[in-house]
């Protein structure tokens, strides 16, 4: 059964640490691995990866992807309370002729001042 | 350019109601998905719709239904409302078709309450 698994669930650190969050994935043809950031309302979409050992950088967000071990780390630095928000990883896999996003649980991500 | 438009923004209906739910993709995209998402469930990928046609369906039950229209807005529909269908309902855009761009779009959700 294709799965995408996050963790750790839920993570409190206090503003200026770095925090590393995870996302594995079993899935069939995979196509990429997306992050989403959540905080009230709607997810906002971060990256999409598709190829393996490239990092994508936004700021103090940065993101890689390692197609062999099947797996991402999504790292924030110097963390700020306004980085309190889920975490969501997906990943588009093909499904016949199209494809399908598989969510994960996310990953509560608490910054105390 | 707008973002995704989702109506109402907040439903309360009681059990046995049926309820029909709005999605306005951005301008330009053809696809739309639905999901449901709930605090102990996270989100649960419920239907996608491209060129008014349903191209893929999660496992949910037929009480939950949707159609395409061809200006690629979106409605959802929930028949026979159970106090478990509480939830955020979110609408995706994206591109969709051979573009081969997975990034979707959510718009701000309907939070439906059944008492």
């Known amino acids: 059964e294709d799965k995408v698994v996050q963790s750790p669930l839920s993570l409190v650190v206090h503003e200026g640490d770095t925090v590393t969050l995870n996302c594995s994935y079993e899935?069939?043809?995979?196509?990429?691995l997306l992050w989403y950031k959540q905080e009230k309302k709607a997810p906002t979409f971060l990256f999409m990866l598709?190829?393996s050992g490239i990092e994508k950088k936004s700021g103090r967000l940065s993101s890689i992807l390692d197609k062999k071990e099947l797996f991402s780390i999504l790292n924030i630095t110097a963390t700020q309370t306004g980085d309190s928000a889920v975490y969501l990883c997906?990943?588009?896999?093909?499904?016949?002729?199209?494809?399908?996003?598989?969510w994960g649980a996310g990953t509560k991500l608490i910054i105390k001042p | 350019k707008a973002g995704v438009t989702q109506t109402p923004r907040y439903l309360i209906k009681t059990r046995g109601q049926q309820v029909t739910l709005s999605c306005s993709p951005i301008?330009?995209?053809?696809?739309v998905s639905w999901y449901q998402q709930t605090p102990g469930q996270g989100l649960q990928f419920l239907f996608e719709?491209?060129?008014?046609?349903?191209?893929n369906k999660g496992n949910f039950p037929g009480r939950f239904s949707g159609r395409q229209f061809s200006n690629s807005r979106s409605e959802m529909n929930v028949s026979t409302l159970e106090l478990g269908d509480s939830a955020l309902y979110l609408c995706?855009?994206?591109?969709?078709?051979?573009?081969?761009?997975?990034?979707?779009?959510f718009g701000p959700g309907t939070r439906l309450t059944v008492t």
């Open positions: 899935v069939t043809n995979f196509r990429s």
């Open positions: 301008s330009g995209h053809r696809s």
């Open positions: 995706a855009s994206s591109l969709g078709g051979t573009s081969r761009t997975y990034e979707q779009y």
């Open positions: 598709t190829s």
């Open positions: 997906a990943v588009a896999h093909s499904l016949d002729s199209n494809y399908q996003l598989i």
């Open positions: 719709y491209f060129s008014e046609t349903q191209r």
